[in-house]
């Protein structure tokens, strides 16, 4: 939770227990249910989650 304070910064990294790595696909399995949130609104509960990474899929305008 320390670390996540830290996060809008970006300081949160380097930390001993945050490993961070360049993939085009993640997956995830869970024991139990977990809340699912997407872009800060809670969509549901899931079990597993794939994330995957497209190129040139997002535009972002600052």
Known sequence: LRARRRMPT??????PRLHQRRVRTL???FEHPMDLVVDSV??????GV???CVP??????V
Do not use: K, N, Q
């Open 42 to 47: 809670a969509v549901g509960t899931a079990t």
């Open 10 to 15: 970006g300081t949160h990294v380097p930390h």
């Open 50 to 52: 794939r994330v995957r």
């Open 27 to 29: 997956e995830r399995s």
């Open 56 to 61: 040139d899929a997002l535009i972002i305008v």
